[in-house]
């Protein structure tokens, strides 16, 4: 007889992991590898906690995450009109194996590393911008402007024609039940202001940004490889790219750079360590964002068939939430997993997703990451949470673990 799935609904609610991911993911990862809950949206789901059931399941084509295959009034989740919609979030392949290919190009570690220069150089600025032997709060003055401009620059959103993207993205991740309309206002500034980019990108291409390149794609206007018209691009992929590019890329790493921060200020025996050894700083990285990620939750998924997960079937079309931040400390994977060690040895986290769906700018996030920390650490010797611990706030959701603010004094 297979076993069945713990029911915590009652004892372990969507605001106690907000309040604190870990605890309540190690609650439920010592109880069961699955889990039956109510989401935050009120209606039922599985959550599936342990290291090797979530990395199994990430790359497991039996999981769609095409809303589409989730039963009327099972699944409620994020309502947005097609020309956003249409994003790889919601794709499985062959679709997302087709746009994936056309975008992926840009996301090259070459490339990538190309960009070394020009993010070292805006994170310079933004530290120069800093009041010198003062204080700051670091989300809003150095963690969350760093990747707008990066992605921006990628994207070749000119730095006049850069809108409020930050109130944007709270608004569609921490919607405020008192002002629904905030949420909807956001998707259409977000629309408008896609639209009328690709409109003026079209009249005025540019020489090396990306949304030139995916126009031209979208238009027939490169030579296709093969597969002529399959590979280009309609007008809703075209724009929901864009919408994509710019909301996850802002929204990992605003979070990878802040709650990197505060790990090391939480911690200063390894805060020395990266400082007297800077060269770690890759390693760093890795762990900072395996012991504290900017994604609770890997996207919900659905399955196409009964599915076992650690012993417990889930029934097809049912939503699936893959906790990461379980994952990443669950014990039978990392040795000491509540210790945060810059010079672990195990690797293998699934911050970033794994398998198809892993994240397409990882590569990009991780650099910006990296010179992120590194200059703040260089550049403030004295860096210093300004206000007592228990006073800092997480966002409230499910979807993003970041903080609303961080202020130091250096």
Not at 176 to 193: C, Q, R
Request: proline share 9%; net charge negative; charged share 25%.
């Amino acid at each position: 007889m297979e076993p069945a799935a713990a029911d915590l609904s009652s004892s372990v609610s969507p605001a106690q992991f907000i309040a604190d991911p870990h605890r309540a993911a190690a609650r439920l990862r010592e109880s069961g590898p699955v889990h039956r809950m109510e989401g935050p949206d009120g209606l039922p789901m599985w959550l599936v906690t342990r290291y090797q059931d979530v990395r199994q399941a990430l790359a497991d084509p039996r999981f769609s995450l095409d809303k589409r295959n989730a039963p009327p009034g099972n699944y409620r989740g994020l309502s947005l009109p097609p020309a956003l919609d249409a994003n790889l979030l919601n794709m499985d392949p062959p679709q997302h194996t087709r746009i994936r290919r056309l975008v992926s190009q840009a996301f090259t570690p070459r490339r990538v590393d190309r960009l070394r220069e020009p993010i070292q150089q805006l994170a310079d600025d933004l530290v120069d911008a800093l009041e010198p032997g003062g204080r700051a709060e670091l989300i809003a003055q150095y963690a969350a402007p760093l990747p707008i401009a990066v992605v921006c620059d990628l994207l070749g959103v000119a730095p006049a024609d850069r809108r409020d993207f930050r109130a944007w993205t709270d608004a569609l991740i921490t919607p405020d039940p008192a002002h629904p309309e905030a949420a909807k206002a956001a998707v259409g500034a977000m629309l408008g202001f896609f639209g009328d980019l690709i409109q003026h990108k079209r009249e005025n291409p540019g020489q090396e940004d990306l949304l030139s390149a995916l126009i031209a794609v979208r238009d027939g206007g490169e030579d296709q490889q093969a597969g002529g018209q399959d590979d280009r691009l309609t007008e809703d992929e075209l724009t929901s790219l864009a919408f994509l590019i710019l909301f996850v890329g802002y929204e990992n790493t605003v979070h990878l750079i802040g709650n990197g921060v505060l790990a090391l200020l939480d911690h200063p025996e390894q805060l020395a360590a990266l400082r007297t050894d800077p060269a770690l700083i890759g390693a760093a990285v890795e762990e900072l964002a395996r012991y504290d990620g900017p994604a609770p939750l890997a996207l919900r998924r659905f399955p196409l068939v009964d599915v076992v997960i650690g012993g417990v079937t889930v029934p097809a079309g049912e939503t699936v939430l893959l906790s990461l931040a379980s994952a990443n400390r669950d014990p039978q994977q990392f040795g000491c997993p509540e210790r945060l060690d810059l010079a672990r040895t195990e690797t293998g986290h699934l911050a970033l997703g794994h398998g198809i769906h892993y994240c397409l700018g990882a590569s990009l996030a991780r650099v910006e990451t990296e010179i992120a920390l590194a200059t703040l650490l260089r550049r403030l010797p004295r860096l210093a949470l300004d206000v007592p611990r228990d006073e800092l706030r997480w966002r409230p959701s499910m979807r993003a673990r970041g903080l609303l603010a961080l202020p130091v004094s250096f």
